[in-house]
């Protein structure tokens, strides 16, 4: 390849990378996007099998509070109005998420009001008469300890490898808690899935903008580094720095994809099984997230796995020693002054798309 300067060099096609580029061509910069992957999107890489919109990496609900996000996304796509209702399952029974009226008057058959949902609630909350140190303590403080053990402390255990005492209460703070018959997973005011899958949104998006994919920054980095003024870089965090001051821990993820020769099978996008004698945590049908109407379906199960050496590395684990470690990595990265590190992988934070995409928009493109 003849060496050619580029003014930003975007390693990673995925959301935050995407935006980047996208900025940045649009403000007439030039761009080139790699991505070691042989395909763009990032982890919101969706793949049509038989006209049905597959989410490879996991299933993706785009939902926001931030304006500019969503001004920014519907020039990209059109949004259906999917709102996430995900059941659980726990020993056969079936249970709303997340924590609202429908789930507590499941769980306990004299519960028809607030009032009602509350007395139990109270009464169980009340173990805890401390600043809860854990996820287990916060779960408990949050809804009780029937709640706990019905709908989150085997799921949880499943999906991180560890006892619930043994990790960071924010985890548990992504899901909401209502007092309502509202079965919405999200508290945001905007919520969809792009119409015709992500990638046909982020192809949009890097429209007109050079891409090479199967391309690896770390097989060449001085030529990568020699190629732009500015360089944008989306991987892990400890990679970029050859894990110099120690490997910051992930946790991976396996899916196994089925398809099925019947046109519903569960009824709904996401099924979550929260008893410890299931061993994946959720099983996704890809249909019903554009209300497809194959006489097929495609479902993946999806199971949590131990980070090994070249899985994909789905989830940060931010406990007190993994964000020290990041923390004194963000040091280094501060001293890259011609980088910009950004997204889930170069952050090491547990980022939404909308997350990912806001703070692409908050960066200066100069
Ligand atoms: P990525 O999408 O990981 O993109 C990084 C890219 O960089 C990748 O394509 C990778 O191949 C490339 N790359 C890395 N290293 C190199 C290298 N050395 N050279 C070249 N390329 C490289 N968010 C939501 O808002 N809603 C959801 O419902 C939701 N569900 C999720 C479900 C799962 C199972 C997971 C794991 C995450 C979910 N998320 C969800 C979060 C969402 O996936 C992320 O916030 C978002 O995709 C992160 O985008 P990114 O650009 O930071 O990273
Ligand atoms: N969680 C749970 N039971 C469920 C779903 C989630 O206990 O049925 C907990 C679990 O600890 C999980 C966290 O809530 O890690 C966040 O769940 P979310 O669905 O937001 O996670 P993600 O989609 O990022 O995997």
Redesign the pocket.
């Known amino acids: 390849m003849v060496a050619k300067t580029y003014d930003y060099l975007i390693?990673?096609?995925?959301?935050?990378?995407a935006t980047i580029a996208e900025r940045a061509h649009r403000a007439g910069k030039s761009v080139l996007v790699?991505?070691?992957?042989n395909h763009i999107a990032?982890?919101?890489y969706t793949e049509n099998q038989h006209g049905i919109n597959v989410h490879k990496?996991?299933?993706?609900?785009?939902?926001t509070d931030y304006e500019d996000v969503w001004q920014y996304v519907n020039q990209f796509a059109t949004f259906n109005h999917y709102i996430n209702s995900p059941i659980a399952i726990h020993d056969g029974v079936v249970y709303n998420m997340p924590f609202n009226m429908n789930t507590f008057s499941k769980i306990w058959h004299d519960v028809i009001t607030p009032a009602d949902a509350m007395r139990h609630i109270e009464a169980e909350r009340q173990a805890i008469t401390h600043t809860p140190r854990n996820l287990e303590e916060q779960a408990i403080s949050l809804v009780g300890r029937t709640i706990y053990e019905i709908l989150i402390k085997d799921y949880t255990e499943k999906q991180w490898g560890r006892p619930c005492a043994e990790l960071p209460a924010s985890i548990i703070n992504r899901l909401p808690v209502r007092l309502t018959y509202d079965n919405n997973y999200f508290n945001d005011k905007y919520q969809g899935i792009p119409i015709g899958g992500y990638t046909k949104m982020v192809e949009k998006m890097l429209s007109n903008i050079e891409v090479q994919l199967n391309?690896?920054?770390?097989h060449d980095k001085v030529k990568y580094q020699s190629l732009a003024k500015h360089l944008v870089y989306?991987?892990?965090l400890d990679e970029y720095f050859n894990y110099q001051l120690g490997e910051l821990e992930w946790r991976s993820?396996r899916f196994e994809t089925e398809t099925l020769e019947e046109s519903n099978h569960q009824g709904c996008a996401v099924v979550n099984y929260t008893d410890h004698t299931t061993n994946y945590t959720r099983v996704i049908e890809h249909k019903h997230f554009e209300y497809s109407t194959q006489p097929n379906t495609i479902i993946t199960y999806e199971y949590p796995a131990a980070y090994q050496k070249g899985a994909e590395k789905?989830?940060t684990i931010n406990d007190d020693k993994n964000n020290q470690l990041a923390d004194s990595y963000r040091k280094l990265a501060r001293q890259e002054s011609n980088v910009i590190f950004g997204?889930?992988?170069a952050e090491y934070k547990y980022?939404?798309?909308?997350?990912?995409i806001k703070k692409a928009l908050d960066t200066v493109i100069d």
């Open positions: 390693i990673g096609a995925g959301l935050f990378g790699i991505d070691k992957r990032g982890n919101v990496y996991g299933a993706h609900i785009f939902h391309t690896d920054f770390f989306t991987g892990p993820l789905y989830y997204g889930r992988l980022y939404d798309m909308d997350d990912v």
